[in-house]
């Protein structure tokens, strides 16, 4: 059974700085997803990742995934009160189910000033 | 926005009643995802149609049932709710299983009392 765990699950941090959540996962998996979540709101997709050493940059958030260890990572470089979120990874199951996403627990960001 | 409508975005009913989830896919997409989020489960897949046919189940109680009709659109059924039922329920769309990227619609916020 697939399985993702995110660290940390809870982040406070202030702006400016720079910090890293990590996605691991179980087993073997095609591609794995960053989502963004605001309170209340639907999922927007950040990053898909593909293939091993993908990585993937907009603003000042960049994802990356290592296949052979089966971790992804979301770096926040220099971060701003508008990143505050709960991130999601997403992992494709391919499992013999073919399509459906299996997330982690996500992480809530909250960037003080 | 996405392109995948659910209906409605909020409903409140009493334990022991059924309700219907609707989601129409994004233009083109032939693939549906229905999942749940709550606040001790998180984020987890329920069902997979493609095409009008059942593609894969996840965590999906007997109570609960979907179907994918012939213009493609989606319906969840919930049937003799349960105070732990209230969740929010997201559809997803994607052109087919597991080759692309899955877009998410706004959620239905199921609330039972």
């Known amino acids: 059974e697939l399985k993702v765990e995110q660290n940390p699950l809870f982040l406070s941090m202030q702006e400016g700085k720079n910090y890293t959540i990590y996605c691991n996962y179980s087993?073997?998996?095609?591609?794995l997803y960053w989502y963004r979540q605001d309170p209340g709101k639907s999922l927007e997709s950040l990053f898909v990742l593909l293939s091993n050493g993908a990585v993937k940059q907009e603003g000042r958030l960049m994802a990356s995934l290592d296949t052979k260890a089966r971790l992804s990572t979301l770096h926040i470089t220099a971060a701003v009160h508008d990143l505050s979120a709960t991130y999601f990874c997403a992992v494709g199951d391919i499992g013999g189910s073919q399509g459906n996403l299996i997330f982690g627990k996500g992480t809530k960001l909250s960037v003080k000033p | 926005d996405s392109g995948v409508t659910q209906t409605p975005k909020h409903l409140i009913t009493a334990t022991g009643q059924r309700v219907t989830l609707r989601c129409s896919p994004r233009s083109g997409d032939l693939s549906v995802y229905w999942y749940q989020q709550s606040l001790d489960q998180g984020l987890q897949f329920l069902i997979q149609y493609y095409n009008g046919e059942e593609r894969a189940k996840g965590n999906i109680l007997e109570r609960f049932s979907a179907q994918q009709f012939p213009d493609l659109h989606s319906e969840l059924n919930l049937s003799s709710l349960e105070l732990g039922d209230s969740a929010l329920y997201f559809c997803?769309?994607?052109?087919?299983?597991?080759?692309?990227?899955?877009?998410f619609g706004q959620g239905t916020r199921l609330t039972v009392v």
């Open positions: 997803a769309s994607s052109v087919a299983p597991g080759e692309t990227e899955a877009f």
């Open positions: 087993t073997t998996s095609d591609r």
